[in-house]
Each structure stands twice: as C-alpha cells, then as structure tokens.
C-alpha cells in the first residue's frame, strides 16, 4: 500500500517537537482527552463523527516536556472505507507527503466496549510504532462492575496501559506520567500497511477474546442500564412516539420558558430607546440609533433566549446519547427516501447552521449521496429561521392552549420544523428519483452509553451558542441595519408627499419594484425591501423588518416593539406565506458559497437556489390563496 | 450639522465593512484592481479588502469553514490542511 518499506535507523527526536496521535474507535473520547491535554475546546459530542478532520493542540507534561497532539477521526480498522477513516489511516502510517508519522500512538479505548476497541490496537501495533494504551472511561466500567486489570493488559499487549476519565479535570494525568516516562523520544519508522493484513480478521477477534478473558472480569457486572433503556426508546412502536413527544415538548418549551427573558431583553433595548430619545434632539442620527440601530439589530437580540432554549435541549439530547438513537429511528424512513444512514449527521447539524452540516458530508462515502445530503441540508429549520418564525408566530398566532396542555404557538412552530424535515425528505425522494439509486447504503451506528449531561459541556455549548448569535447580530446584522436606514432615509419625502418618507426612498424604490413579482404571495413592499439584506442572512430580515417599520410609522402610531406592529399590518394569509417562504427559500448566501466550495463547482448552488426559490415561491402561493378562500 | 456628520462617518464605516467583510471573495478583487488602476497601492488595498480569504461572510466563526479547505473531489485525496490550536495548558 505504498507505505514506508524500508527499515531506518531510530533517530532521537528531542530537537523537534514529538507528535502523539489520538486514536481509536469513534466515541470512546478522543476529543474529549485533546481538549483536556490541550485546553482546547474542539466540539465533543456523544455520538460517533463528530470529528472529520484531524486537529493539531500542543502541551507540555508535568516533567516539561513540550508535546504536539493530533485527533484524528475515529475509524474502526485501519482498512479506510470513507474519507475521515483515510485521514487516520494515512497520519498513522505516515502515508501523507511532509507529514512524517507520529512519534508516538495513545489508543484510546472504551474500558465498557473492550470487545470492540481492542481490534484496532492489535491492527496498529503491527504497524510498530511506539504506543500507551488509554483505559478511558474507567469510571463508567468501574460503577458497572466490570473489572480490567490494567497491568496484565500491559503485559498482553506490550505495551504501557493507563485509566484516562477524559471528562473529568485531572483525568489525563496518568497519561501525561506515562508519555514523561517515555521521553526521550525516537522516530520509529511504521511498518508498511500490509502487515496489519497478515493475521486474518477472526484471529484478531480471537486474540481479543483471549486477552479479555485474561485481564477483565464481568462477574458483578450490574447490567448495562443502556440496554434497558433502550428496550423502551427503541421499541419500533414506543420509539418514534417518544422521539416525537421530546421534539414537540422542546418547541413547547421554546414559546413557555422564553417570555420573562425576551420581555426583559425588549424593555432594556426599548430603555435605550427612550434615553437616546430623551437626551437628543429630533435629527439624523438620532433616526439612525434609533430606527436604524435599535429598531433593527434590537428586534433580533430578543430572540436570544428562545435560541438558547432551543439549543439547551439539542445539546442536552447530544450529550446523554440520545441523538444517534433518533438517527436508528429514522433510518428506515431516511433509507426509503434514498438517503445513506451517515446523512443524520450532517442532517442533525444543519439544525443549528447548514454550515457545518454541508461540511460534515464529507464522511458520506458515495458521491451522490453526499451531494444529495448537501442539497437537502438547508431545508432543516436553522437556528437563523427561529426569529423569523417567533416574530410572526407571536404576532398572529393566538397565546392560547389547545387540548389544556399544549400552546398553540409552540404547535406552529413544530409544524414548521415537521415541514423542513418532510420537505427534505421529499426532495431527497425527487433526487432519488432522477440521479438513481443503486443500493441502499446500510447504517452502521455504534449507540453510545447514556449518562447524565455534563454541567461544564452544557454551559460551554450555550455559551459558545451565545457568541456565535451576538457576533452575528454585532457585525453582520449591525452593518446591514445601517445600510438600510441610510437607503430607507434617502432620498427624502417630496414636497406633498403622502406615504411616509421611505415610501420615495431608494429602497422603497426597490421594494415597491419587487412588490410586483411578490404580490401574487402577499407580500408587500416592506416585506419586500426586507427580503434583500435577509439574502445574507436570515434572521437579518427581523431586523430589517424593525427598521423598516420603524421609518414607516409616524406619531401616535409609532410603536417600539415590531410584534404589535406587523400583526396590525398584515393580513393573515401574507404572515402564513412569509412563514411558507422561510420554509424553504435559500435566504443564505454564505450556504450557497460553502455549497460552491464543498462540490467545488458554480452548478450546485445555482441549482440549489433555483430549486429553493422555486419551492418557496409554490408553497407561499398556495398558502397565501388557500388562507385568502378560507376568509383569513 | 454635527449629527449629519457623524452619521456620513458611521455609513461610510459600515459601507467599507460590508464592502471589506462580506463581499464575496471575487468581487473584492474585482475592488482591488478598480482601486490600483486608479494609483492605490496594490498590496495595502489587498491587505485591507481580505483578497486571500474565501470565508462566507456570515459575520461569526460558528463551523470553522473559514479554517479549513473544502473537501476534495475524490474519495481517495485526503484533506490537505491542519487546523492548528496551540493553547497552553
């Protein structure tokens, strides 16, 4: 396999800096030991692939010793079958030009999984690079019962075996003493790759067996409480009617638990308002802070907390191991539209940004189902729509409970989510359909060990939520609100004019020029001049709404808030098209440049934005005349 | 007076960051070579237009896409760049 086949002499290596290589199965926490040796703060998750690409961190040991670190996918064999698996492959075996192998190998391993994990390191000792085996989650083995006698593991497999608990501060220590104890370093040229292929896959199996029967004992093994659980979560019946209880208690909960915060964040922008309005003279600038600025990046910061109750809950699922069980439930439904089991992955992170989700096609093995993965991925509802849907759903749809349990806004707003979902899947069954599907690709999902959220986990992913959504909001969303109260503020209102003054600016030129296309949906020239700076982003429509309301409105009707203000102005057919229109329209531009970047052609995204368009134009047509000939 | 002053500045400000940020990456070249056809150093307007960064634009770092290079046509090419953390424990 082209790997380095001649011997070389062992040079010491403390010139240079040593690389250690994480590596192991998926999930067993390799991630989680990178972030804890290097004070990095990469996304761990639990579920298999989360990690596609390998990152690089440096350390020093408590002895200062100065380490580079790599983690690297997890892959089961050194046999790749898809991308990231290769990546591990090739770093490990030193097959990459100007990356020579690493100094030394931590295979980590899952002490409850032993069974499975010790089959990659027996494959990568024969490579004969220096390794530590890492004994993580010793503390889950440890509260199950199970023992392993870590220094008879050593002996069998030849090589130093430390307990890692990743998860916790200080678990690493006894692998930082145990790479101490290997310094100094040599470079050891790996064996070629064909010498993992000399024992047969049975007798590796067989070797493993053997080793566990010498060195862990299962005896008071208290019983795997997964596998209790999930006799309930994944019963065929029981199992899609839990799964789709937890999503619509999660959309209920977005609506329920957000009001006291958002009315909290709403008084303070509309506090500023009024001091800024107090304090200055009727003029330009005050129109630009408080129209401009207030009224359009202060309507979108209100969303705030219903995006983190959103994201609580995600990242909540993620980290006690339900998600990858929600990936099990739809696979047959996935599988039937075409999709590949690995396209809940990059599906699932498309939730929060088609972004990563688009990136995170990478580790689809077949080509078509990759793009097929990359063109669905910006239907599922985005954190960025969540404004969009909460302004208008607050808007004109009643606070009001159905059935005495459930609120009518959090239903809508599950609906929405339900129709990017069913959308996508109806798409991905067209491009089934038209690009042709040979075989199903089977699933293969290692269902991880529940446990209860990290604390620290959990506060670290809202907060990083938090970040993403306030630089968002001050940089792009910030500009763009100053751009559209200067095109909505010139040119000025002609002498006996009868429309408020952005009616004759720039962009109610453009919006009442666009109004002729959008008027068969609905939507007006506000709603149009909107929908332009909402190409860069969703949520920036929020506050381009805000602004543009807030220049529309004059004297007593001037209102702060933009809820109050929409649900007077429009009917109820145009609200439910816009909600239609978000369903589906690429109102993203920087996905369409991903989307360029990842096919590495100029044909995708076209087709994805005409695609999208034409969807969005269909189904806001339709709702809007099937709302009008109901009488909405 | 003042205040028309200070509201050109803050449009101009947000009319450079837009043009310099969010752009795409084709276009701020185009910018560039409109600039040094009309005596602009070449090299501080490249600098201040960001003509080497593909990022999207989309104003946070929430998926590391500005980092890292897309993925290769092939399923056999690797990836060719690291995405290095050196953060001091």
Redesign the interface.
């Known amino acids: 396999m082209g790997a380095v086949e001649k011997a070389l002499p062992e040079i010491p290596v403390q010139a240079k800096t040593p690389m250690v290589a994480l590596l192991g199965n998926p999930n067993c926490g390799k991630t989680a030991l990178f972030n804890r040796?290097?004070?990095?703060r990469?996304k761990v998750a639990n579920y298999a692939g989360v990690t596609i690409?390998?990152?690089?961190?440096?350390?020093?040991s408590p002895a200062g010793h100065h380490f580079r670190v790599?983690d690297l996918p997890g892959a089961y064999s050194l046999s790749a079958h898809?991308?990231d698996e290769?990546?591990t492959r090739?770093v490990v075996a030193g097959l990459?030009a100007g990356d020579p192998a690493p100094e030394v190998v931590v295979c980590v391993v899952n002490a409850t999984n032993l069974r499975l994990n010790l089959r990659l390191v027996l494959e990568i000792k024969r490579l004969g690079l220096p390794m530590v085996l890492a004994l993580n989650m010793v503390d889950v083995a440890k509260k199950r019962g199970l023992h392993i006698d870590a220094d008879r593991l050593a002996q069998e497999l030849g090589m130093p075996v430390v307990e890692t608990v990743a998860v916790q501060a200080g678990g690493e220590k006894s692998l930082l003493r145990a790479l101490d104890l290997m310094w100094p370093l040599h470079v050891t040229p790996p064996n070629p790759l064909s010498a993992i292929d000399k024992v047969s896959v049975e007798e590796t199996q067989r070797e493993v067996r053997r080793i566990l029967d010498a060195v862990s004992s299962d005896a008071n093994d208290t019983g795997n409480l997964t596998e209790k659980i999930d006799n309930v979560v994944l019963h065929p019946f029981a199992g899609p009617v839990i799964l789709a209880v937890l999503m619509f208690l999660v959309f209920q909960a977005v609506f329920s638990w957000a009001n006291a915060p958002m009315d909290l964040i709403k008084e303070g922008v509309d506090g500023v308002g009024g001091m800024i309005k107090g304090v200055m003279a009727d003029?330009?600038?005050?129109s630009?802070l408080v129209e401009g600025i207030l009224g359009g990046a202060g309507s979108v910061l209100v969303f705030l907390p219903q995006i983190l109750i959103l994201f609580f809950f995600i990242l909540v699922l993620e980290d006690c191991g339900y998600l990858p069980r929600a990936a099990f439930l739809l696979d047959r439904l996935m599988g039937g539209v075409g999709l590949s089991g690995r396209a809940f992955i990059p599906l699932l992170s498309s939730f929060?940004?088609a972004?990563?989700g688009i990136?995170a096609a990478?580790t689809i093995?077949n080509?078509r189902d990759r793009l097929v993965t990359i063109m669905i991925a910006p239907l599922m509802t985005c954190s960025a729509r969540l404004p969009v849907y909460a302004l208008i759903i607050a808007a004109f749809i009643p606070e009001r409970e159905v059935w005495g349990f459930m609120s009518l806004q959090g239903l809508v707003l599950f609906a929405l989510y339900f129709a990017g979902i069913a959308s996508a899947m109806a798409v991905a069954y067209f491009f089934k359909r038209t690009l042709g599907s040979k075989h199903q690709q089977p699933l293969m999902l290692e269902l991880p060990a529940y446990h209860w959220p990290h604390l620290q986990n959990l506060a670290l992913g809202l907060w990083?939520r938090c970040k993403?959504f306030l630089?968002?909001v001050g940089?792009?969303?910030?500009?763009?609100m100053?751009?559209l109260w200067?095109l909505s503020s010139f040119p000025g209102a002609p002498e006996g004019a009868t429309h408020p003054p952005i009616y004759y600016s720039l962009a109610g030129i453009l919006g009442r020029g666009l109004e002729y296309v959008f008027a068969p949906i609905g939507f007006n020239w506000q709603i149009c001049i909107a929908l332009v700076p909402g190409l860069?982003?969703r949520e920036v429509a929020v506050g381009a709404l805000g602004t543009v309301y807030a220049l529309s409105q004059s004297g007593d009707e001037l209102a702060q808030s933009l809820t109050p203000i929409i649900a007077s102005s429009w009917a109820l057919p145009t609200a439910l098209s816009l909600l239609a229109w978000y369903v589906f329209a690429p109102q993203?531009?920087?996905?369409l440049?991903?989307v360029r970047?990842?096919?590495?052609s100029m044909r995708y995204p076209l087709l994805m934005a005409a695609y999208m368009f034409a969807l969005a134009y269909a189904a806001s047509f339709l709702t809007y005349r099937i709302a009008l000939a109901f009488g909405g | 007076m003042v205040q028309q002053v200070i509201v050109a500045v803050i449009v101009a400000a947000a009319v450079l960051h837009f043009c310099t940020k969010y752009l795409p990456a084709a276009w701020r070249r185009q910018i560039v070579y409109f600039l040094t056809k009309r005596g602009f150093d070449q090299e501080k307007a490249a600098k201040l237009f960001n003509t080497k960064s593909s990022g999207c634009g989309d104003g946070c770092s929430s998926c590391g896409s500005c980092e890292t290079t897309p993925a290769e046509t092939t399923t056999t090419a690797p990836l060719k760049r690291v995405i290095k953390l050196h953060v001091q424990r």
Do not use: W, Y
């Open positions: 040796l290097t004070g990095a990469q690409e390998r990152k690089e961190g440096s350390f020093h790599l898809t991308p290769e990546i090739d990459r003029g330009m600038l005050r630009l929060a940004c972004i990563p990136m990478r093995q080509p990083e993403i630089s968002r940089t792009i969303i910030l500009t763009l100053i751009l200067f860069a982003a993203c531009m920087s996905t440049s991903v970047r990842e096919t590495n």
